[in-house]
């Protein structure tokens, strides 16, 4: 019989990430994820998933350079971004703009791990332009070139704010990116996997893979668990709403794993971070509700957080509008696609399962007038 959601259904060998859900243990490349929260950056993540290890100092330098000289976005592309609609979620601006980039790219026609690599490093550089762009044409406000002189986390915040983050916030979004760059054969994941498996390019795969990761289950989760904490608004409302939501048989949002059923350990770094956060606005409400659901979700139904539900009060702290949760997932789930991409390209084979046909097979057709 087949397993619905293909649950624990093994599809392919891979190397680049390790999800335990036993053990609550998440590997990249070998490496686990509380080390590389713990003392690694964005960036030397993106080549640690690409490349297979830890960079050296000049390799490291290089793609720090290569990230930050290819922010930019094309005149051209911007003019269209200003076109559309304002209406427009910002990961629907995200799938199109980065659609529309392959146009522009000048290793469009070649899939090669070259030139793939290169795509994928100008797309990890552009991505966070598109999105603090946007936020800014919605709201008439003034583009700012991007900075080449700081990290990713560091950039995105000045475009989108018009003005240098403190060090808590540049780090607290470095290590939520970290935390997000892959998870294994996600539904994303899967998604761009299944596309580059047909040979098709980059930019294709990704625009996949954002439209894949935007549905609520997935990556769009973290923006349902802010307008949850939101509509509670008080500390002392958090457990008569979430065991209301139980007692009707609602999902709460952020909670639950296909794959972990103990602690996701990417939700340990976020629920500190958004403590922190709170402690430095003097505002702990936030961190206080979190605290009280994942109590009671884990007293009532035996769910874990994820990772989800605690970034969600992390970006709100940060001054980040909601709609924007999402897209910055894919920005940094970009790494973990393009790791996935070039794993896939390197040994395909077409993606192409199998359905159980359980139709009926001796139908006879009727004439329209017939029927
Ligand atoms: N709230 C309440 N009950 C839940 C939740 C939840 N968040 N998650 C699972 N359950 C319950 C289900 O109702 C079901 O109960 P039942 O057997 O009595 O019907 C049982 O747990 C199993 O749930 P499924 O939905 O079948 O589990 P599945 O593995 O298919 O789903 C998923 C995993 C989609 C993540 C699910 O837990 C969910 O919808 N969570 C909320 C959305 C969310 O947070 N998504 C982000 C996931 S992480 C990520 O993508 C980055």
Not at 253 to 274: C, I, N, Q
Request: contains cysteine; charged residues 30%; hydrophobic residues 40%.
């Amino acid at each position: 019989m087949v397993k619905a959601g293909l649950e624990d259904v093994v599809a392919t060998d891979s190397t680049v990430c390790f999800v335990d859900g036993k053990e609550g243990r998440l590997l990249y490349q070998g490496f686990d994820i509380h080390d590389l929260a713990e003392h690694s950056c964005f960036e030397e993540v993106v080549y640690l998933l690409w490349f297979g290890r830890l960079p050296n100092k000049s390799e490291l330098e290089t793609i720090n350079r290569e990230l930050r000289i290819n922010r930019k976005l094309p005149d051209e592309v911007v003019r269209i971004m200003k076109q559309l609609p304002k209406k427009a979620l910002p990961m629907e601006v995200l799938r199109t703009v980065v659609s529309l980039l392959s146009m522009y790219d000048p290793d469009a026609d070649d899939n090669g791990r070259e030139s793939t690599i290169r795509k994928a490093t100008r797309l990890t550089a552009q991505m966070p332009t598109i999105v603090a762009y946007w936020d800014n044409i919605r709201n008439d406000r003034e583009l700012k070139a991007p900075l080449e002189d700081c990290g990713l986390a560091e950039n995105f915040l000045y475009m989108l704010k018009g003005e240098r983050p403190d060090e808590l916030s540049i780090k607290s979004l470095d290590i939520a990116l970290t935390l997000h760059a892959d998870h294994e054969l996600n539904a994303s994941t899967f998604a761009a996997r299944v596309a580059a498996g047909t040979e098709t390019d980059l930019h294709s795969a990704i625009t996949a893979a954002i439209g894949t990761l935007k549905g609520p289950l997935h990556g769009g989760a973290n923006q349902e668990v802010i307008k949850m904490l939101l509509k509670i608004n008080e500390t002392a409302k958090a457990e008569a709403f979430v065991v209301k939501q139980i007692e009707d048989h609602k999902k709460i949002m952020g909670f639950g794993h296909r794959v972990y059923k103990t602690e996701d350990p990417r939700a340990w770094h976020l629920r500190r971070m958004s403590k922190q956060l709170g402690e430095r606005t003097g505002d702990l409400r936030w961190y206080e509700m979190s605290d009280i659901i994942e109590k009671v979700v884990r007293r009532e139904k035996g769910l874990y957080a994820n990772v989800d539900f605690y970034s969600a009060s992390v970006y709100y702290m940060l001054g980040i509008p909601i709609d924007l949760f999402t897209p910055i997932f894919a920005m940094s789930r970009m790494s973990g696609w393009a790791a996935h991409i070039l794993e896939q390209i390197a040994n395909n084979r077409l993606i192409r399962p199998r359905a159980e046909y359980l139709g009926p097979t001796k139908m006879t057709y009727v004439q329209v007038e017939e029927r």
